[in-house]
């Protein structure tokens, strides 16, 4: 799963959601939405290179790969 760590980066970049989207050009609130996602669904490329250029990060630095967590219930074995 790809978690979405834009709250993670601008509190290191000690920059506010007002202060990002004036450097971005977008509504604070869109920025709040999508600095609370735990979860990133889909984002603009134009968008991500804005970010990317505010914060001064790499899209790597916005994203993090963790795996899923296995659901029991749904565990299949594999003895052959």
Request: glycine share 2%; proline share 4%.
């Amino acid at each position: 799963m790809i978690h979405w760590k834009l709250a993670v980066v601008m509190a290191e970049c000690n920059i506010s959601n007002k202060e990002l989207a004036l450097l971005i050009g977008m509504n604070p609130k869109s920025v709040s939405r999508l600095k609370v996602r735990r979860r990133l669904t889909r984002i603009d490329e134009s968008t991500l290179n804005s970010i990317c250029k505010a914060l001064k990060c790499q899209p790597g630095d916005l994203m993090a790969y963790e795996e899923d967590e296995p659901d029991t219930a749904q565990t299949v074995s594999h003895d052959l």
